[in-house]
């Protein structure tokens, strides 16, 4: 727990509140910010929970973690020369990976800014303020808290629960929690949220479908976790009661071209449920640094090409038909394809590599009209939670232990998603077929990782199949040929164990109690 005591230290004496009253950008000195003189209005509320949508304390998971875990892991993209990633890519992750180890510190330093931001409400907030607001505020930094607790159980299972910061300074070792337990603290978490977040708000803002739909999905996963084939039928119509109010009640609908996800002109469009809100010009693990998966200097901001070679695996490859074009081209990039939005005063783009990342790859600063953006500040608001997502969720959730459905309410949104997509609808479907979608829908964006590991509670041999029957390898592309390359690294049989991760050695040092047994928590 050195890394959380270290945070802790930092944020007693100087509150991490970045933000504005409009679009999160205008980020306050924090110098000008402490617990004694802020927290005196609700606009000041709003612009400490502006605070948790970006900036340091995102910035090193959105570099390191977001695409190697969900995507690197899972086998649907491949890093080349980067041996942290290449450990991703072989299931030989050890304790000192530093990826791995940059997602734990990642999300107990989120948690601790959360932590103190609800701290601070309850707190220093007067009762001028109206209940509803502070609760509303409380319920932002509960919402993005309980986000990075399902983050760390997915991957790590049992870990240390923190609701209070200060309380390091006097009890630094901590148990680790049952992973039930940990789940059921995301769960109170996000139902606060779900109770307390406004059912509509600017742009960018977390609403009660946010909420909502997270719930969802968190009750879809605990709803296999210790299972033997049979997944919880109560936690399942919990997913299906939250995640079908969303795709009922919200009145919110998928954006019409899946390609335009993807663009800046569309941050925070109505589909986007949870994105994290990226300015400019940020300092180093300050910004969303994704751009440096670009593959061309007239394509990237300052005309300062990427440095990361990630691209689609045969595997991932393999799965779009000609029909899925359109999600395919949004994607990834093969020889030949030609994108009018990048360098567009230049007259578009053509690739003219073998295959490349897409999705992120936003282009110029002209063709972003950000003329403060760099390589390593894009302006893409990425979304970690989409209404695509939740319409799956919800199919997924009524599918249930069934074998196959056709469910009126499953088909309808499960095929709402694909004929988005230009792909024929289906007139039934069943646990592989929605496993699919999922990954093709929300390829290069971190999910599929989280899938397999849902799956991996219930269906252990499923699961483990799945990860080695991949084709984990990029490939070279020429007249519509594929030739797979070689591997990175020696690609050793995945198993159960492949699922969770050794906690990082620099933890175990400092706190010996992570190697016991966990514990409960409530």
């Known amino acids: 727990m050195k890394r959380i005591i270290k945070i802790l230290c930092w944020q007693i004496g100087v509150m991490l509140l970045a933000g504005c009253s409009k679009s999160f950008l205008d980020r306050p000195p924090l110098s000008q910010i402490s617990a004694d003189n802020f927290y005196q209005s609700t606009n000041d509320l709003r612009l400490a929970t502006a605070a948790l949508y970006a900036g ?20 649907n993209l491949a890093v080349g020369y980067w041996g942290d990633a290449v450990q991703l890519n072989t299931f030989s992750v050890t304790g000192l990976n530093g990826i791995m180890v940059s997602n734990w510190k990642a999300m107990y330093n989120i948690i601790a800014h959360c932590n103190i931001t609800i701290q601070a409400i309850q707190q220093k907030a ?34 240390p629960v923190i609701e209070d910061n200060s309380k390091l300074v006097v009890s630094p070792l901590l148990n680790r929690i049952k992973t039930a337990d940990v789940f059921r603290f995301v769960i109170n978490d996000l139902a606060f949220a779900a109770q307390h977040l406004p059912s509509a708000d600017v742009a960018g803002r977390l609403t009660t479908w946010s909420a909502q739909g997270m719930l969802g999905k968190v009750y879809l996963t605990v709803a296999g976790l210790d299972r033997a084939g049979t ?43 949870f994105a994290l809100q990226w300015a400019p010009g940020g300092a180093w693990l300050e910004g969303n640094m994704l751009q440096i998966y670009s593959t061309g200097a007239e394509i990237s901001a300052n005309g300062q090409a990427g440095w990361f070679n990630i691209g689609p695996t045969v595997d991932l490859y393999k ?112 646990a592989n077929t929605l496993l699919l979608e999922r990954r093709l829908e929300l390829a290069a964006e971190g999910q599929y990782w989280t899938d397999l590991v849902r799956l991996s509670y219930y ?64």
């Open 56 to 75: 340091s304390p995102w910035g090193d998971w959105n570099y390191t973690c977001y695409l190697p875990v969900g995507d690197v892991l899972s086998g």
């Open 126 to 159: 007067p009762d001028s303020i109206a209940a509803v607001n502070k609760n509303a505020a409380i319920a932002e930094a509960r919402f993005i808290r309980g986000f990075a607790y399902y983050n760390l159980a997915v991957h790590w299972g049992a870990v």
């Open 231 to 273: 997944r919880d039928q109560a936690l399942l119509d919990s997913a299906a009661k939250y995640a079908g109010n969303v795709c009922k009640n919200s009145g919110l609908s998928l954006l019409r071209n899946y390609a335009d996800l993807f663009k800046t002109t569309f941050n925070d469009n109505p589909e986007s449920l």
């Open 319 to 430: 799965l779009y038909t000609s029909q899925d074009s359109v999600r395919r081209k949004a994607t990834f990039m093969l020889n030949g394809d030609y994108y009018a939005e990048l360098n567009a005063a230049g007259g578009g783009y053509r690739f003219t590599g073998d295959c490349a990342l897409k999705k992120h790859i936003i282009g110029t600063n002209k063709d972003n009209n950000a003329p403060t953006m760099t390589q390593t500040s894009s302006v893409e608001h990425n979304a970690l939670l989409r209404l695509a997502d939740v319409y799956l969720v919800y199919a997924e959730a009524l599918l249930g232990n069934n074998a196959a459905t056709s469910n009126p309410d499953a088909l309808l949104y499960f095929n709402k998603v694909r004929e988005r997509a230009g792909v024929p609808p289906r007139t039934s479907i069943d």
């Open 459 to 522: 269906n252990p041999t499923e699961a483990i199949a799945k990860l080695n029957d991949e084709a984990r390898v990029t490939f070279t592309y020429a007249d519509g040929v594929v030739t797979p390359a070689s591997p990175y690294g020696v690609i050793t049989p995945a198993t159960i164990h492949s699922f969770a991760f050794p906690i990082p050695s620099s933890e175990v040092t400092a706190n010996p109690k992570l190697l016991e047994p966990p514990v409960s928590y409530y």
